[in-house]
């Protein structure tokens, strides 16, 4: 028996609640062994960000490039990258898809609401990221940018904006819609062959740092899981059981007491 391996490709969040940081403990919590490649330093905390130090396009290659050298990746999820070099050489190293099934969570705006990627990057990712994902993960904003077009306002609207995405390139797209409020929490997956709506009572909390990073990490660690043991990656299911992890995250948040701003979820709530 070998482990399942996830790899995350992001950036540091010295807080730990997003980012590197909260990918590797999703991966942890759901028994994926987590490996990781560091596309950018941030000066962060749960208040927000005063600060980002990009890495190289070429040693983010670099990194990606060793590592597959030597460790079989059995799923990716990608985060903040930034740059459109950086995720113009993201794309390229993941094309034939040495890490298998591609989790891609097209970050552009921390919860704070401070920009983390440039408008040139935006369109790279539209360009060379959403063709080798397996699964992108855009909330409301996100998606409205990807497509040009005014954020999504009712849960009606989701279906179609999904399928647009769609037709970019991505083999599935989860449209969250956790930005239009309203009792519940209502994502919308679509793929080729179905609309598939999930819904989760709202949490009231403020502890919803790396919510995003969280949810795209948990498909990744549970895709690899698949992965290793021989098994198709069915999404569906797997979005489930990701929601059910942050749900539990989510509600379990405030019991931390990190930071005065929008605090962490507990990425240990099943286990502290």
Known sequence: MTAAVALTVAGSDPSGGA????????????????????TALTAQNTRGVTGVHGVPADFVGEQLRALF?????????LGMLGTAEVVREVAAALADRPGGPVVCDPVMVATSGDRLISAEAVDAVRSDLLPVSDLITPNVPEAAALLGIDPATTVAELPDQARALLALGPAAVLLKGGHLGGAESVDVLVTADAVVETRRPRV??????GTGCTLSSALAALAARERQ????????????RAR????????AGETLGIGSGHGPVHHFAGWW
């Open 69 to 77: 050298a030597d460790v079989t990746v059995h799923a990716t999820k």
């Open 244 to 251: 059910d992890y942050l749900q539990q995250a989510l509600t």
């Open 229 to 240: 043991a021989g098994r198709a990656v069915e999404w569906a299911p797997l979005v489930e």
């Open 19 to 38: 980012g590197i940081q909260a990918d590797l403990k999703t991966f942890s919590a759901l028994g994926a062994y987590g490996t990781a490649v560091l």
């Open 204 to 209: 009231e909390t403020t502890s919803t740092h």
